[in-house]
C-alpha cells in the first residue's frame, strides 16, 4: 500500500508483559516519527527518526519505552512491562523531510489489563 | 500556558455554511503549520499546511496564517455533514531535531442537515 502501515491494530495484554508496536512508513520517506492519543488527552511526541538515528528522544516517557529504525524503513516501538497508564494509541507519522507534512498510519490501539 | 492553544467546541454550523476554525501558538520560532481532520476512532488525516504568512487554499479549504499574531485559522466553506470531525492544529517545535509536531486539543466540528 502507499501509506504508512503499522501493526498490530489491536493489542490487548497484561500488565507487565513487553509488547512491541511495529511502523512502516510511506517507502521514500526519511523522517518517521512516533506519537501516542491517550483518552481524553492529545497528541504527544515520544520519538524522531532520520534515517536510522533517533536524533530527538525527548518525549519517551520512561526508560520502559525504546525504538529502533532499520534500513531506513521499518521501525519497532518497544515497551517493557507494561503498565495501565501505557494504554493508549500509538501513531507512527513519516515525511519526506524534517520540515514536510508528516502522515499517519491507522494507530495501534493498546489496551493494558 | 499551553504551546498550542484551540477552542474545544463543539462548533455547530448549518449545511452550506462556512465554518472557521482557530488556533493560536506560542512559540515564535515555529515555522510550519498544519490542520489536521480526525474522525472518531480514526488517525488523524493531514488536510493543510502552510508556511507563509498569508492565506493558501485548496478546494473548499483556505489555510491563514499571522505570524506577528501568532495565529492560523482554517476555513471550510460549503460545510458538509462529511466535515463533521475533530480538527487538530499542529504546529513545529522549533527546537532540537526534526521539527516534531506539537498538537492542539482539537476543535469538534458538527455540521448539521
Known amino acids: 500500500g502507499a501509506g504508512v502501515s503499522q501493526s498490530p491494530s489491536n493489542k490487548v495484554t497484561e500488565k507487565g508483559k513487553d509488547v512491541e508496536l511495529r511502523c512502516d512508513p510511506i517507502s521514500g520517506h526519511t523522517a518517521l516519527y512516533w506519537y501516542r492519543q491517550s483518552l481524553g488527552q492529545g497528541l504527544e511526541f515520544l520519538i524522531y527518526f532520520q534515517g536510522n538515528s533517533a536524533p530527538d528522544k525527548s518525549g519517551l516517557p520512561s526508560d520502559r519505552f525504546s525504538a529502533e529504525r532499520t534500513g531506513g524503513s521499518v521501525s519497532t516501538l518497544t515497551i517493557q512491562r507494561t503498565q495501565q497508564e501505557d494504554s493508549a494509541v500509538y501513531l507512527c507519522?513519516?515525511?519526506?523531510?524534517?520540515?514536510?507534512?508528516?502522515?499517519f498510519g491507522d494507530g495501534t490501539r493498546l489496551s493494558i489489563l | 500556558q499551553k504551546e498550542v492553544e484551540q477552542n474545544s467546541g463543539p462548533l455547530s454550523v448549518p449545511e452550506g455554511a462556512i465554518a472557521s476554525l482557530n488556533c493560536t501558538y506560542s512559540d515564535r520560532g515555529s515555522q510550519s503549520f498544519f490542520w489536521y481532520r480526525q474522525y472518531s476512532g480514526k488517525s488523524p488525516e493531514l488536510i493543510m499546511f502552510i508556511y507563509s504568512n498569508g492565506d493558501k487554499e485548496d478546494g473548499r479549504f483556505t489555510a491563514q496564517l499571522n505570524k506577528a499574531s501568532q495565529y492560523v485559522s482554517l476555513l471550510i466553506r460549503d460545510s458538509q455533514p462529511s466535515d463533521s470531525a475533530t480538527y487538530l492544529c499542529?504546529?513545529?517545535?522549533?527546537?532540537?531535531?526534526?521539527?516534531?509536531?506539537?498538537f492542539g486539543a482539537g476543535t469538534i466540528l458538527r455540521v448539521k442537515s
Open positions: 499542529a504546529v513545529t517545535h522549533p527546537g532540537g531535531y526534526g521539527n516534531k509536531l506539537v
Open positions: 507519522a513519516s515525511g519526506q523531510g524534517s520540515n514536510q507534512p508528516q502522515h
